[in-house]
């Protein structure tokens, strides 16, 4: 795509990017078939294509409007159009280059800048959110539904083993999981235990900055991306071997790290060391599946396959192109996988779209809940805390990490000898 970048940002880093990443696109519109906001709306400017065109007019020093930010707000950043891309577009950053350049221009009305700084604070801070979810389960009766569907009950979290392996990793803690699913790092941690690894916690960690610089205030994420870099650096030059992510829209930001700090002063190469030494949780077992997996098998072992619905986080099949392989390790663990229609689409979680975008959001919601339970399955299986509240707001049916299955399947008794 030719393209020519107004002065106010050509000869910027964001310029630089934006203009390499426009140039790839050959305008063929396979990635409008897989869209999900074009298929519900039917609109090409709430499609890849029609929104990488509304960049590119702002960029070239067309005026942004309140309505190109409406159609920039409406994509869900799923990059399911990535996954499609014959060029090899990175459309998610992009959008990210776009949606800043536009809301400098449009700005928010106070409402809406009002909470989306409520949720870029309040969201990203473990301490703040949990007071808040804390609060509100206290006077759970009294919020509105759609509040009360994402505030379950948190599961207390199991034991965490000590350290007590030579081999050790460091995992990200989170912001919002260590409230609504407490259990989760504590679960991968005692996996992890079993085939001789030592899950540690680094306290000086926190957000990833995914919530913040999505949310437009940039430079707080990437000081939260600072923070952690700080906090993991030093403990990977003392031998530790991975940052493990068990929320797999965190590890599509953490792995970019080296990319979003490329020109710290001070941090470019500790980044860039964070990020290469970042792994989701399913790459981390999969590479240890010769020890794990026939623990997996004994445990499964005369008993019968359960149906169980696998629903991949967005972050993690199009973000991080990770597929198959917690799939593979849930199998091994006597689940049986049923079909799922469209699992290339988004649950309607992303970030904070359910909280700015409700309705499309719920429209999304609807349609993965009748695809995940459309086999019939006992419960779902996902990779990532937004998706995992969200879904279990609509349904019925029991929603947990997968490594939360996989736990419970090796912490079960052998069944008893008829």
Known sequence: METHLADFIKDTPEGREAEAILRRCVHCGFCTATCPTYQLLGDELDGPRGRIYLIKQVLEGAPATANTQLHLDRCLTCRSCESTCPSGVAYGRLADIGRKVVEDQVGRGPLDGLKRKLLATGLSSPALFGSAAAAGRAVRGLLPQSLRQKLPDADPAGPWPPARHARRMVVLEGCVQPSLAPDINAAAARVLDRIGISLIRAPRAGCCGAVEFHLNYQDAGREAMGRNVDAWFPLLEQGVERVVITASGCGSTVKEYGHHLGDHPRLAGAAQRVSVASADLTEVLEAESAALVPLLQRAAASRPRRPLAWHSPCSLQHGQQIRGKAEALLEAAGFHL??????????????????????????????????????????????????????????????????????AVLDQPPPAAS
Do not use: F, M
């Open 338 to 407: 049923t079909a799922v229609p469209d699992a290339h689409l988004c649950c309607g979680s992303a970030g904070t779209y359910s909280l700015l975008q409700p309705e499309l959001s719920q429209q999304l919601l609807r349609n993965k809940v009748a695809a995940l339970a459309s086999g019939a399955p006992e419960g779902v299986a996902t990779a990532n805390i937004g998706c995992l509240t969200h879904i279990q707001s609509g349904t019925a049916l029991p929603v947990q990490h997968w490594v939360q299955w996989i736990d």
